[in-house]
C-alpha cells in the first residue's frame, strides 16, 4: 500500500508543479495539494490540521508631505512596485536583529521570515506576535486525570503566527491579491494591516534617498528641486463573502451613508476652529421600489455614482435575517470591505502535521497551498 500511495502523491505533486497547464488554475491546484495532504495521511498516518483563510486586495498608495503656512500637506504621487519595496524590506530584514512592532503591555508583533519566490511573482511574510499579557497554558489528559502547566519564562510570550501571501503581479493600478492565515485566536486582518504599514515605514527609514521626489508644487532652491519625503502606506480591503451577500439581501437595509474626504481640513470659521472631516450623502431605503433580490444591484448602482464624485467610502447599516444589527464600511471603487472581519471572504486549507500556534521560519505546506488560493 505505501508504494502505491507513493506513486498516486508523486503523481499529483508532478501535475502541481510540472502540469501541463491546470495546475494554473487556482481550483485545480487547490484540489490537487488537498488529496495529496490526504493521501500523506491515510498512507503514513500523518497528522492534518483544518486552516482558516481569509482573502483581500492590497492597494499601495503614496504622498508627498511638505508643509506650507505650518500646515502639513499631502499630494499624491506614483507609488513604488510591491515588489521594489518587498526587496527593500528583505535588505532591512537581513540587517537587524528583530523587526518589530510593539504595543503597550509589551506585546510584539514581527517579522520571523520572508521569502521572494525566483521568478519574483509572489512574497511570503510570515507575521508573529509575541503576547506575554496571556495566561499560561494548561494541558490535560481527562481519560487519564492528567494536568500539566506550561509556565512562561520571564520575558516570554505565547506566540502566534500569520502566513501573509501576496502575489506581486498587480491586479489593476497599485492593486494586488493577498491572502493570509492564521490559527483560531491568532492575529487578525487588522493587525496585518498595521504590521504591513509598519514594515513600509521601516524600509523608507533605511531607504531614506529612494523615498525623495521633488516637490509636487515645483519649488525649486539654488537651481535645483527642493525634495520631499514620499509616504507609502497600504490599504487592506477585504473580498466580501458569501454570507454578507446573503445576510443583506436577506435581511433589512437601514442607513447608507457615502463619504467624501476630498475637502479634509477645509476652514469652517474665521479661527480656523473648525474643519472639515467629511461631507456626506445619506441614502435611506424606500422599501417600496426595492425587492430584496434587487438590494446588491442597488447598492453597486449608487456606489459607482458616488465613486464618481469621489464618495469613496460607504457605511451601510442593516439586520440580518436574525434581526442582529451589523454595520460594515466599504469602498465604493470596487465593492470591497474596510474594516469588517466577519464579513471578509474566507475559506479553508487542509496542511499536514502543522498544529502549531507560532513557527520561526515560514511553513512551505501552509505556503504551498496559500499559493494554490491566491
Not at 439586520?319 to 475559506?347: C, G, I, R, W
Request: aromatic content about 8%; charged content about 25%.
Amino acid at each position: 500500500m505505501g508504494l502505491n500511495c507513493y506513486h498516486a502523491i508523486s503523481s499529483l505533486l508532478d501535475s502541481m508543479v510540472c502540469g501541463s497547464g491546470d495546475h494554473r488554475d487556482g481550483a485545480i491546484y487547490i484540489a490537487a495539494y488537498l488529496e495529496a495532504s490526504r493521501l500523506i495521511y491515510i498512507c503514513f498516518g500523518v497528522g492534518m490540521t483544518k486552516r482558516q483563510l481569509r482573502f483581500y486586495d492590497l492597494k499601495v498608495k503614496a504622498a508627498a508631505r511638505y508643509e506650507v503656512n505650518n500646515e502639513m500637506i499631502s499630494t499624491n504621487v506614483v507609488a513604488f512596485p510591491l515588489l521594489d519595496i518587498m526587496k527593500q524590506a528583505v535588505t532591512v530584514f537581513g540587517s537587524v536583529e528583530c523587526l518589530y512592532r510593539e504595543l503597550p503591555n509589551e506585546i510584539k508583533f514581527y517579522l520571523a521570515d520572508m521569502c521572494i519566490e525566483e521568478d519574483e511573482s509572489k512574497v511570503t511574510l510570515l507575521i508573529n506576535k509575541s503576547d506575554p499579557t496571556e495566561p499560561d497554558q494548561t494541558i490535560s489528559n481527562p481519560i487519564l486525570g492528567e494536568r500539566q502547566d506550561l509556565e512562561k519564562p520571564d520575558g516570554f510570550g505565547n506566540d502566534y503566527s500569520a502566513h501573509v501571501c501576496i502575489n506581486l503581479i498587480p491586479i489593476g493600478p497599485n492593486l494586488y491579491s493577498m491572502v493570509y492565515e492564521s490559527p483560531r485566536g491568532g492575529i487578525p486582518g487588522a493587525q496585518v494591516h498595521s504590521f504591513i504599514n509598519h514594515l513600509f515605514r521601516e524600509c523608507r527609514a533605511h531607504h531614506k534617498a529612494a523615498y525623495k521626489v521633488a516637490h509636487p508644487a515645483g519649488v525649486m532652491e539654488d537651481g535645483r528641486p527642493v525634495l520631499v519625503n514620499a509616504l507609502h502606506t497600504v490599504d487592506l480591503n477585504g473580498k466580501i463573502s458569501d454570507d454578507f451577500l446573503n445576510d443583506l439581501a436577506n435581511g433589512s437595509l437601514g442607513r447608507i451613508e457615502l463619504a467624501n474626504y476630498k475637502n479634509v481640513g477645509r476652514v469652517w470659521d474665521d479661527s480656523a476652529g473648525l474643519k472639515e472631516e467629511k461631507n456626506i450623502i445619506i441614502l435611506r431605503p424606500e422599501v417600496a421600489h426595492l425587492p430584496a433580490e434587487g438590494v446588491l444591484d442597488a447598492l453597486k448602482q449608487a456606489f459607482t455614482k458616488g465613486s464618481n464624485f469621489d464618495y469613496d467610502e460607504a457605511v451601510i447599516v442593516f439586520k440580518d435575517p436574525y434581526d442582529t444589527q451589523h454595520t460594515v464600511v466599504m469602498n465604493t471603487e470596487d465593492f470591497t470591505l474596510s474594516d469588517n472581519e466577519k464579513y471578509v471572504k474566507k475559506a479553508y486549507i487542509v496542511t499536514p502535521d502543522v498544529n502549531a500556534n507560532g513557527y520561526g521560519e515560514i511553513d512551505n505546506d501552509i505556503k504551498n497551498a496559500l499559493y494554490a488560493a491566491l
